[in-house]
């Protein structure tokens, strides 16, 4: 009882400040702000690069618990360093987060989220897609197809020409075609859908990678360094089929092979899917009511 009256008394003695209404106004403001910030970031690379900063977060905090005085003076005197390397590496999307305040639907867009889609990657694409390669394959036409994944591709998505209909393997097979005005560059497909044709990839710098595979298979090679997209890719010179992701590629693959591996990325899709449809939903009824 004693032990109970002193914990109440040590309660007691507490001296909690004084909130106003200014401080219940400032503390609003600057939720609202910070939530909006990490919304924006959501739909960039900037998310994964602040999920590692929190980490490193978290490993100065330990460090400051168990008294680690050497990172500590490591830490804190490479602050400054660090401020300009975060200004340097979030530089596009900070721009990109700036010029999406000046956009209308700014708000609704941004909750929408990339893994918030009308339509699923679902069987029929997987199969449309395998259908696709290996016409191409047995015609020598190349092709690049980057399925896009948890990491948005907006900023290779932004350097194509917009297409954004229901992925069929007869519209595959015509974007390739030679002298076509599309067939130069990737295909970038969200869900079923092909969002976007003529896309340029960044080029792997691996070394590694064999002298016979040529650009086509190098910018696979790089998308898939930088995010986790899994690209097809057709060769031109052979027909033959591979595929690219996290880094690193698998050549002359057969129709179960392509398939199996679809279907993997099918599954981790349906886990994806379904998140905040309703906030999609309600874009699209404010868009036909506003009209």
């Known amino acids: 009882m004693d032990t109970f009256s002193g914990f109440l008394s040590i309660i007691g003695s507490i001296e909690l400040p004084q909130i106003g209404v200014a401080d219940i106004v400032q503390i609003a403001i600057l939720a609202v702000v910070l939530y ?15 999920r590692g900063i929190i980490v490193i977060l978290v490993f100065y905090a330990v460090a400051v618990v168990f008294e680690l005085n050497t990172i500590l003076f490591i ?15 979030f530089q596009p999307e900070l721009r990109k987060a700036l010029e999406q305040l000046g956009q209308r639907n700014m708000i609704f867009n941004v909750l929408a989220g990339p893994g918030s889609r009308d339509d699923a990657f679902d069987q029929r694409t ?42 069929t393997s007869q519209l595959l097979i015509n974007i390739f075609e030679h002298n076509t005005p599309l067939h130069d560059g990737a295909v970038i497909v969200r869900g079923d859908r092909v969002v976007s044709a003529t896309c340029y990839l960044p080029l792997s710098g691996n070394q590694e990678i064999p002298k016979e595979l040529g650009t086509r298979h190098r910018a696979a090679m790089g998308v898939s360094e930088t995010t986790d997209s899994v690209t097809i890719i057709v060769s031109e010179e052979t027909g033959k089929v591979s595929v690219a992701e996290r880094g690193e590629i698998r050549r002359d693959l057969t129709r179960d092979e ?24 309600w874009q699209k009824n404010e868009s036909k009511d506003s009209e």
């Open 36 to 50: 909006y910030v990490l919304v924006l970031v959501r739909n960039t690379r900037t998310w994964f690069l602040i």
């Open 258 to 281: 392509l398939r199996e591996r679809l279907d993997a990325l099918r599954t981790s899709e349906d886990v994806q899917g379904n998140t905040l449809k309703f906030w999609k939903g």
């Open 126 to 167: 997987v199969e449309e897609l395998v259908r696709a390669s290996f016409a191409l394959g047995r015609t020598r036409t190349g092709a690049l197809i980057v399925i896009e994944q948890t990491v948005p591709l907006l900023e290779y998505i932004e350097t194509g020409i917009e297409v954004d209909a229901k992925l």
């Open 75 to 89: 830490v804190r005197h490479g602050l400054s360093v660090l401020v300009m390397a975060m200004v340097i590496v």
